[in-house]
């Protein structure tokens, strides 16, 4: 379960913003958007929340943040000393150019709390630490911080918290690696509940990617997964009635739209790979029919929600935590609603599966499907930062019309539009 994530000097976020999943006390509308984490002094918290801003405003970078943060505890130990770090910080003033990123999650895993972070810059890690909250209290597990005066990392680790051979896990730890990185790779039980967190609970979409169809079609292999599949596209009023699977080598397939002097040289560098063709069946209308449709002739929105039918099933299935870019992109608004309303649902999302997802869908401003906390805004101050808040910061009516106040620039989060002068 996510409760917190923060980033400081990323991108286009300079100062510290920080993203918050804790339902907020003061409104008791639309129960199912919340669930509780069962755990000693933690609030409800919100199964989904869409962040909402103009082009160019930092939307998608609060995605980048999380996949950073993600991809550097998964793979930091596996590279070299000496490696640069693919860190990013604010560049449009020269102070926070010269200083190191941060990024903290706070989270629940198993029937412990979670507070872990770290900052870095390109060449190195500056700062590391995790604190724990089983039932409630604090203990500090281990935290390192680099004194570039003295040259040499400063180090605590707790023998109490972290019995094993944290000493030869600490030795092991490169400076352009993170220490819970290194420790799991040294088979550390005290802290794989908290790697594994990252590893098999926490996704994170990149940002502007296509998602992979492969996924929903290795689904589809088996009969129950195909089952699984087709009820999802019908729910959302696909109208398919089968799907059909062809696995064809490169050197099978007919290369008509590829010009004849680049055929050889690619078959031969792809020689030996498999593509696996995915067909629809639909009914003709007269005749009842069916006719099998090729994936090109199928729409863009059904491409991507099949696309999205492994992953949805999956993050839902197994209480994952899903972070989203623009998921409303090539999708009705009737579609993305269906979406929202799987993840809110009690009786689909049992195991408290959570959401963050930019949006450009101000009809998902809508006082039926979200609670006034679930809307956060992304802005851009007049230092060309990102600013990150939430909706709840106003003082709202429960029946307050969010989308018509939204548009108005009551809460900010638009683009300021000049009218266009003639050359």
């Known amino acids: 379960m996510l409760i917190e994530f923060s980033v400081t000097n990323f991108l286009s976020f300079c100062e510290t913003q920080t993203l918050s999943m804790v339902a907020s006390g003061e409104y008791r509308e639309l129960w199912d958007n919340t669930f509780s984490p069962d755990l000693p002094r933690l609030p409800r918290l919100l199964k989904s929340t869409v962040v909402y801003g103009p082009n160019a405003s930092g939307k998608s970078n609060l995605i980048r943040a999380a996949l950073f943060m993600w991809d550097f505890v998964l793979n930091s130990a596996k590279g070299q000393e000496g490696d640069p770090i693919d860190v990013k910080p604010f560049l449009l003033n020269s102070k926070n150019g010269q200083m190191p990123s941060t990024f903290e999650m706070i989270f629940v895993e198993g029937e412990t709390r979670y507070q872990y972070g770290f900052s870095v810059s390109r060449d190195r890690v500056w700062q590391e630490w995790l604190l724990a909250y089983p039932k409630g209290r604090a203990q500090r597990w281990f935290e390192r911080h680099y004194d570039p005066v003295q040259g040499r990392e400063e180090w605590s680790l707790h023998k109490k ?41 926490l996704r994170v979409f990149r940002p502007h990617s296509e998602i992979s169809r492969e996924f929903s079609a290795n689904l589809c292999k088996e009969s129950e997964g195909r089952h699984k599949v087709l009820k999802f596209l019908n729910q959302a009023d696909l109208d398919i009635e089968g799907i059909s699977l062809e696995t064809r080598r490169v050197g099978e397939m007919i290369l008509d739209d590829i010009p004849m002097e680049l055929r050889a040289a690619l078959v031969k560098e792809m020689a030996g790979q498999e593509v696996t063709e995915i067909r629809f069946e639909r009914s003709t209308a007269d005749t009842g029919k069916p006719v099998w449709l090729p994936w090109d002739a199928e729409s863009r929105g059904t491409q991507k929600l099949f696309a999205l039918a492994w992953p949805w099933l999956n993050i839902l299935g197994q209480g994952r935590i899903l972070f989203m870019d623009e998921m409303d992109t090539s999708l009705h608004h009737n579609l993305v609603k269906f979406l929202f309303q799987m993840m809110h649902d009690p009786k689909i999302n049992k195991n408290n599966a959570q959401l963050v997802s930019t949006t450009h869908d101000t009809a998902l401003l809508d006082n039926s499907l979200f609670r006034r906390d679930q809307f956060w805004l992304v802005g851009r101050s007049p230092d060309r930062c990102s600013d990150l808040y939430p909706v709840s910061d106003y003082n709202l009516e429960r029946d307050e019309p969010f989308q018509r106040r939204y548009l108005e620039g009551h809460y900010g989060g638009l683009p300021s539009i000049r009218r266009f002068e003639s050359w």
Not at 188 to 194: E, N, R
């Open 161 to 201: 918290f972290l019995p094993g051979n944290r000493e030869v896990w600490r030795d092991a730890t490169r400076s352009n690696a993170l220490f819970l990185s290194t420790a799991i790779q040294l088979n550390s039980a005290p802290l794989k509940p908290v790697f594994d967190w990252f590893d098999k609970r």
